[in-house]
């Protein structure tokens, strides 16, 4: 069973910048597809960035493009999620979590895709 351990979250004025790591247990890591997810208070839990297993490709949700980026590093078994020009609408906690399915060609946003989440990271940006 695979575990995942996100970090970086914090208190950043608007503007600002964070860099969240999504640290994963196991030898298998990079085989399988990433994503980060954020949930504010009284929201459902949306998707921001995906990532495939190779790091081929990469998908954004409309709010975050150009913005955020999302990468991995394989022999760290490690994904990050590179926030820069944050905005108070951003505030959340942060999720990364693990395709279900190994291999899968392409990035996928739908959450029933994924398992094995992480704890999540208070990121707050103030006005």
């Known amino acids: 069973q695979v575990q995942l351990v996100e970090s970086g979250g914090g208190l950043v004025q608007a503007g600002g910048s964070l860099r969240l790591s999504c640290a994963a247990s196991g030898r298998i890591f990079s085989t399988y597809g990433m994503g980060w997810f954020r949930q504010a208070p009284g929201k459902e839990r949306e998707f921001v960035a995906g990532?495939?297993?190779?790091?081929?490709?990469?998908d954004y949700a409309d709010s975050v493009k150009g913005r955020f980026t999302i990468s991995r590093d394989n022999a760290k078994n490690t994904a990050y999620l590179q926030m820069n020009s944050l905005k108070p609408e951003d505030t959340a906690v942060y999720f990364c979590?693990?395709?279900?399915?190994?291999?899968?060609?392409?990035?996928?946003?739908?959450?029933?895709?994924?398992?094995?989440w992480g704890q999540g990271t208070q990121v707050t940006v103030s006005s």
């Open positions: 990532i495939t297993w190779s790091g081929s490709s990469t």
């Open positions: 979590a693990r395709n279900i399915e190994s291999w899968r060609r392409g990035v996928t946003r739908r959450i029933t895709d994924f398992a094995s």
